[in-house]
């Protein structure tokens, strides 16, 4: 009987605590779904004016309503789109009527298009706050000289355009912005794998119980032969 009773518990116990792991990212999975219903709910609420100072924290998602003027200028990130491919979101200044200037993030246009003229002049906006994390530690270094940006980092850009600090990621503008796409904000770059890891541990469990079980019956059999 000690011959199978060691393995006999340390199968149970590795079983136990492979099922508690696959619970706890469930517990994870229910926190993370919270979480990004509340950002959607931000993120379609109602538009409100924007805030005298940006927070990263405290605004990000904010929605927001602005009149003014977009500007000629623009920054071009490289980005690709499922089904279209390679492009470019267009980041360009934009002067409030109240005289401030920030940048907004206008959307996506192809790459064959870059050198197309856009249209700017007066619009009315609305879109959302965003501080965007876009680079990894895999991201080029932007060719800020020949104007190609692999991320939206808001500093460098702010300097380059002589704006403040703060983006506000397009979702409607009007007149309409013929050419561009808007790509607004949405939890999709959100990561939520919980549900992946849940499986894997759960699939853990079953594989090393049933590994416990093989062996415990191989060690009967040999002990009773």
């Known amino acids: 009987m000690s011959r199978i009773a060691l393995p006999l518990l ?8 492979l099922i508690w792991l696959g619970a ?9 779904r919270g979480i990004l219903n509340e950002i959607e709910s931000r ?27 977009v500007e000629a200028e623009e920054l071009y990130v490289l980005v690709s789109q499922k089904r279209v491919g390679a492009g470019y979101r267009v980041i360009s ?11 907004i993030d206008r959307g996506f246009i192809p790459v064959a298009d870059r050198e197309t003229p856009r249209e700017g002049g007066p619009k009315t906006v609305v879109g959302n706050l965003h501080w965007p994390d876009d680079r990894t530690s895999a991201t080029p270094d932007n060719d800020i000289t020949g104007n190609t940006w ?7 850009m702010a300097e380059e355009l002589g704006t403040e600090p703060m983006m506000v990621i397009a979702r409607n503008m009007s007149p309409s912005d013929p050419g561009v ?7 999709s770059g959100i990561p939520n794998d919980h549900l992946q890891y849940a499986i894997t541990w759960y699939s853990l469990a079953v594989v090393w119980l049933i590994g416990t079980i093989a ?11």
Do not use: N
């Open 24 to 32: 706890w990212q469930m517990q994870r999975l229910d926190w993370k």
């Open 93 to 103: 200044p934009f002067v409030t009527s109240d005289g401030r200037r920030i940048l």
């Open 150 to 156: 692999f991320a939206r980092d808001i500093a460098p």
């Open 215 to 225: 062996l415990v019956w191989r060690l009967r059999q040999t002990k009773e032969g």
């Open 43 to 69: 993120i379609g609420g109602d538009p409100a004016p924007l805030p005298e100072t940006g927070d990263p924290e405290a605004h990000r998602y904010q929605p927001v309503l602005l009149t003014g003027t």
């Open 181 to 187: 796409t808007p790509l607004p904000v949405d939890t």
């Open 10 to 17: 340390t199968g149970l116990i590795g079983t136990a605590i």
